[in-house]
């Protein structure tokens, strides 16, 4: 029976990543490996982020009783601003990965980055974990994490390849852009603190994380498709 449950588990998890591929234009232009060389600038950017916050951050700033201090709060802040590195080394990958179309690059990097994530951050939990001899909702709720990192990843890398177009956005757009990439980069803080304030379970944890990465998806894909539609329309103006 826990075979079964972590058959389940595997297909809730990879499902959307196959999907994904064979259903975009990384198929078609036959991404498979450029989305591996993306996970590997994944791999490299969490070696980094861990060297920074082994050297530079104490292991007492996840104690609990610090955290509630003011300065355990800004040292929360500032480890959380590590995670700013992932922006440039999606935008590198995007640059280094990439080639044509900026669809491609986006998608690449995204989906890439996403899945070495999932790999490396939540397969090894459901191997060990959802093999065992009591069945627990926890494992499903990694699974229904990853579909989310997955959307969110590509929203990022999305969000990224607009920002560094900013010669064909106006100054508002580029603002929005720009604050909406670092609302993403802290949101795993703000999920926490919302958690800790308002004291709901790991369902509705997972709701709240679900309505965040939708909103800010629908506001990508808004953003996305207005520049597109000035894109060409200059295009076809000239």
Known sequence: MTFFHLLNCAAVTCAPFVITYKCTVLSEYSSFWKCVQAGVFYVITQLIKLLILATFFPASTGDPAMSATALGGVLNIARASVDLLDLVGIYLAMEQLGGGKGEIKFMVAGTGWAAAEVILGKFVHLWFGARGIEFDWKYMLLC????????????????????????????????????????????????????????????????????MTLSVAFSCMYTYVSLTRVANGVSHHK
Do not use: C, E
């Open 144 to 211: 229904l994490d990853s579909n989310l990192i997955l959307l969110q990843h590509i929203v990022s890398a999305t969000f990224i390849w607009m920002w560094a177009r900013q010669h064909n956005m106006s100054s508002r757009v580029t603002s929005f852009v720009s604050m909406v990439l670092l609302v993403t980069s802290y949101k795993p803080l703000i999920l926490d603190h919302l958690k800790i304030i308002v004291g709901y379970n790991d369902w509705m944890g997972l709701m709240v994380n679900g309505l």
